[in-house]
């Protein structure tokens, strides 16, 4: 843990995967982190496969670096239903940085659980927020909801399309606009740009607006750099509009209650199947309600009941070590 | 609940040769195989390796290189994961090179090489092989682990 | 009427075969009988035997762009080769022109394949390992010290930095006293099959793009006779494509240089009839024979019908051929002679105008001298005692090998139509396109041999010795090669005119920002005896660099 706070990379990489792989020893781990953790700024990049969020992350991560600032992300890519495998090919795109202390790359593979996952990527960034990087950011591909709130869970959330994106924006407009606080229509000498910008505004026109801020609607090609510094502008004045009307204290007040309701379940979870007596009577449960004994949430309940008894006659749900 | 932890593989090809079919393939079957595979791309530099094996604790590294540089870059990618406490990952892969050449970083600590022509799936064997032999003579860790 | 056309094109053809004058008295079998110099049908009624095939050296060229192919002159013969220091390659050309060879074919090593000095850090245990190192004006005049420039053709696999190698070449042949319009050969100079395959590049597709164009437009300039850009599928198949997608994606690069050479402003007919293409020739017999039949049917319809092409050499598909490297094995490599005869073969009688074959130890090791030799000779065999070169396009008119053809021209117009819809080759390569369509084809593959779909003799059939490489020799390639080569390039960088070669790079860089040709700053530059690096490094400050684009 001091090896970690003391910037090296070899722990970060480490105390990332205890907390992928949901190992107890993450509890004592984030525990130690707590007070070293919020000083970073979030960002969430989302958008289509093939909008160029790489390519963007690689573009802003070189600007963050040129304004002396460090950055870490965490790259969330699919893990195959079939195999349990993932290919992960974000960094190709990202690694310009090569060397450079500064920058630390993540990458993840959803593995199943995209509840799971959204707390396990909110905790790497907790480790790269304590490990000092001034500048987080995760990106998922915006296929589903699921992977658009993993990226929601950020101080300012960029949704990234291109001008082919239009028909994935079509089938999915809902999750994919709610959450954008700024859009970006990347590839933007292509063809279909300004259709595709246009097609945003009207859909932001329709919408009731949520409040003060409303999302911008920028254009880049990050391929050649350009548009980068427009993005990062917008970025810190939605930043400033939020501390000025306090919605970034609500918004991550908000997030927290959600984690620590998420976590109070995961906890919960764990200790009730890491108790050998549950294995047990689940599958009597399972008899019961095969042979019409009982209905599924009636033996669900007593399980959760036995399990309660069992817990205080133990002084309380374990917390894992 | 712990999940059982895929076996997570950088694929990379170092220096300055392109030819990546190889690397691709094999990265293609190692997720077939149920394994997290980082794919490193192109024209990584020995630092640049080990770089990305410290921030993606991987378990094992696998090069593919075509270019007649494998005497420099096996060794000196070796020597680096030592330097920085990466010791304990594995360092594999194939490409074009001598039987003698292969033996010879063998010796040096670097895992099994497959030439040309070789088993793919019996590199996807040897890698689950190697992280399960490893997992046994450590108590307490996952399927493959790195804590 | 279809048949006085088929009788008038058979005049014609007749008629040119007799201007040019045959190779040999008189062609015949082992047995003594004579060889008709083509096979034909009896006659045309529907019009399709001119429509789709024609006469040999007639639209649209699909049995052949000569009137007597190889009765008139055989193939070339050219052999890739180039190790270690510019003067070890020097003594192997010497060595090979005095032996007959009349075209020389120059390999870099992977440093200045992709722009770096020999002395750069990422050239670290690369220098002359796969090719020669030239770094530098210096190094290209040891290259051909005591070579006369002025009466060879050169072909030089470069891509990245070709403009700047191809510029020292022009100015040692200008120290030789040899002028710029009197050189022959070629530079391969196709960077879209870099970033679809080979990923050997430096800038952005687009500033590649414009510098390839510069080449084009100075060699119709200033260099008539050179071969500015060899269109590459090689790389392609040998990335793991199928017949089709080489076919397909290699064209539609041809096109892409075409249509980048029109939007400058060149006439087609200036520069088309300089353009070459490069072909694998690879195990699957007659598809590949088709895939050559079918390249020479789309590229002449193109040229004519969308290009508006009047000079029939900007509709004549030339073409290089290199048997397939990855189809060699390791295990029992002597296998790979027996290859390496038939694919070769498969070129032949597709009609290539030269000709690579590998040598049997390339899976392991650079070629020995013997197995250099020995794939050299295989060409030999094939044109002196078969008698395949004595008649033309001998499969023309197999309902299997024109189905074959027609089936290839109709899947590489398929796969136009997708990279016209994804905004033509280079927005198809920035999104990965072509890449992932050869990755999943290289990974079937690469199943099928895993499951004994597909055989390989001696690796998953037939298979006995359990080393790879037993018994033969191989080539290796001693470490003084690397410092003897750092320590000229330090002397040299001492030697020279220091502010001389820093004004001309400002020169570069300043080009690099404008739109005019750079092939002149470049010319000055190494003129000026700046290493190739240092002009890369100008141009990388104005156009920057590029990463491929995830591919899976």
């Excluded at chain 3, 052949?64 to 003594?91: C, E, K, V």
């Excluded at chain 3, 090979?96 to 245990?125: I, K």
């Excluded at chain 3, 000779?377 to 396009?393: F, H, K, P």
């Excluded at chain 3, 037939?462 to 320590?487: F, H, K, M, N, W």
Aim: net charge neutral; glycine share 10%; proline share 4%.
């Amino acid at each position: 843990m001091q090896r970690l706070l003391a910037g090296e990379a070899r722990a970060a990489g480490r105390v990332i995967s205890l907390i992928e792989d949901r190992r107890p020893e993450r509890f004592a781990v984030l525990g130690a982190l707590a007070g070293r953790v919020g000083r970073a700024e979030r960002l969430g990049v989302t958008g289509p496969p093939g909008a160029g969020k790489s390519t963007l992350i690689n573009a802003m991560t070189r600007a963050l670096r040129a304004a002396g600032r460090t950055v870490g992300v965490v790259a969330v890519d699919p893990t195959s239903p079939y195999t349990g495998g993932a290919l992960l090919g974000d960094r190709v795109r990202m690694g310009e940085s090569g060397l450079d202390a500064g920058v630390f790359i993540r990458s993840m593979a959803t593995r199943g659980a995209l509840g799971g996952l959204a707390r396990a990527a909110e905790e790497a960034c907790d480790v790269l927020d304590a490990y000092g990087r001034d500048v987080v950011v995760i990106e998922t591909v915006g296929v589903g909801q699921s992977e658009v709130d993993v990226a929601r869970a950020a101080d300012c959330t960029l949704v990234v399309l291109s001008p082919e994106s239009g028909d994935q924006v079509q089938a999915m407009k809902a999750g994919l606009m709610e959450a954008a606080d700024v859009f970006v229509v990347n590839k933007a000498d292509r063809e279909g740009a300004d259709r595709m910008v246009a097609q945003v505004e009207e859909m932001l026109h329709l919408r009731a607006r949520r409040g003060a801020w409303e999302p911008p609607v920028l254009r880049s090609v990050a391929l050649k750099g350009e548009g980068v510094e427009a993005i990062l502008e917008a970025v810190a004045r939605h930043r400033r509009s939020e501390e000025e009307r306090g919605g970034l204290a609500a918004r991550r007040r908000g997030r927290l209650l959600a984690r620590l309701r998420a976590a109070v379940e995961e906890i919960h979870r764990e200790a009730i199947w890491a108790d050998p007596g549950s294995a047990l009577a689940l599958e009597g449960a399972a008899d019961r309600v095969a042979s019409g004994g009982a209905d599924l949430y009636g033996a669900a309940a007593g399980l959760f009941r036995s399990w309660l008894r069992r817990a205080a006659g133990l002084g309380g749900p374990p917390r894992g070590e | 609940m712990t999940e059982a932890r895929p076996i997570r593989v950088l694929v990379a090809k170092p220096g300055l040769d392109g030819h990546d079919r190889g690397a691709r393939v094999v990265a293609s079957a190692l997720r077939d195989a149920g394994m997290e595979v980082i794919y490193g791309g192109l024209w990584l530099s020995p630092e640049e390796i080990v770089t990305i094996a410290e921030q993606e604790d991987v378990d094992v590294i696998g090069l593919s290189s075509m270019n007649n540089a494998h005497m420099t870059v096996f060794p000196r990618t070796l020597e680096l994961l030592r330097e920085r406490g990466l010791g304990d990952v594995l360092l594999t892969g194939g490409g074009i090179m001598t039987a003698e050449d292969m033996e010879a970083l063998g010796r040096m600590g670097v895992g099994r090489l497959f030439g040309p022509g070789s088993d793919m799936d019996a590199f996807v064997e040897y890698i689950r092989r190697w992280c399960e032999t490893r997992a046994r003579g450590t108590e307490g860790r996952g399927t493959c682990p790195t804590a | 009427m279809s048949q006085e056309a088929f009788e008038s094109a058979r005049r014609r053809w007749e008629a040119e075969l007799a201007r040019s004058g045959p190779r040999l008295p008189r062609f015949e079998t082992i047995s003594g009988t004579d060889v008709p110099a083509l096979g034909l049908p009896a006659g045309d009624p529907d019009g399709a035997y001119l429509d789709g095939l024609g006469f040999p050296g007639q639209f649209p060229y699909t049995r052949g762009i000569h009137p007597s192919l190889y009765r008139g002159r055989l193939w070339t013969m050219r052999q890739f080769a180039g190790f270690g220091t510019a003067a070890d390659t020097n003594a192997r050309y010497r060595y090979l022109l005095e032996h007959g060879q009349t075209g020389l074919s120059v390999a870099f090593d992977m440093p200045t394949l992709m722009g770096y000095d020999s002395d750069h850090p990422r050239a670290l245990g690369e220098v002359g390992k796969c090719g020669v190192a030239v770094a530098s004006l210096e190094d290209m005049e040891t290259l051909f010290e005591g070579i006369p420039v002025g009466e060879v053709s050169t072909s030089m696999t470069i891509n990245a930095p070709a403009a700047i190698v191809w510029a020292m070449y022009i100015a040692n042949a200008e120290k030789q006293g040899v002028p710029a319009a009197s050189l022959r050969g070629t530079i391969q100079n196709d960077i879209l099959k870099e970033y679809i395959a080979q990923k050997e590049w430096v800038f952005p597709p687009e500033a590649h793009m414009r510098l390839v164009v510069d080449t084009i437009e100075w060699a119709a300039r200033h260099l008539p006779l050179w071969h500015p850009v060899s269109i590459s599928g090689y790389h392609i198949r040998e990335a793991g494509s199928t017949a089709a997608q080489e076919l397909a994606y290699t064209l539609y690069d041809g096109f892409a240089y075409v249509e980048a050479a029109l939007a400058r402003g060149l006439g087609v007919d200036e520069f088309a009839p300089r353009l070459s293409f490069f072909f694998n020739a690879h195990s699957d017999f007659f598809e590949e024979v088709a895939k050559y039949r079918a390249a020479r049917r789309i590229w002449a319809r193109r040229m004519k019908g969308r290009y508006g092409a009047r000079d029939p050499r900007s509709m004549q598909l030339r073409f290089h051929a290199q048997t397939a490297g990855c189809s060699l094995t390791a295990q029992q490599p002597e296998n790979n002679v027996a290859r390496v005869a038939l694919q070769a073969l498969s070129a032949v009688l597709g009609g290539a105008q030269s000709l690579h074959t590998n040598s049997m130890d390339e899976t392991l090791a650079l070629p020995t001298e013997k197995a250099v030799t020995i794939a050299l000779r295989t060409q030999q065999v094939l044109a002196c005692e078969t008698g395949v070169a004595n008649t033309i396009d001998p499969l023309g008119g197999s309902w299997f090998v024109e189905r074959e053809t027609d089936r290839l021209e109709a899947e590489a117009e398929a796969i136009f139509i997708e990279l016209d819809r994804r905004g033509g080759m280079v927005r198809a390569i920035e999104d990965g396109y072509p890449q992932r369509e050869i990755g999943r084809a290289s990974y079937d593959y690469a199943r099928k041999l895993q499951r004994g779909e597909q055989v390989m003799v001696g690796v998953n059939r037939y298979a006995d010795s359990p080393a790879a490489g037993d018994g033969i020799p191989l080539l290796r390639i001693e470490p003084r090669v690397e410092t003897s080569q750092r320590e000229r390039l330090a002397a040299l960088r001492r030697r020279r005119d220091a502010a001389a070669a820093r004004r001309a790079l400002d020169r570069v860089r300043d080009g690099a920002r404008g739109h005019d040709n750079l092939m002149g700053p470049i010319l000055e530059a190494v003129r000026a005896y700046a290493t190739l690096g240092e002009v890369v490094d100008a141009m990388r400050e104005v156009f920057g660099t590029y990463r491929e684009p995830s591919v899976f």
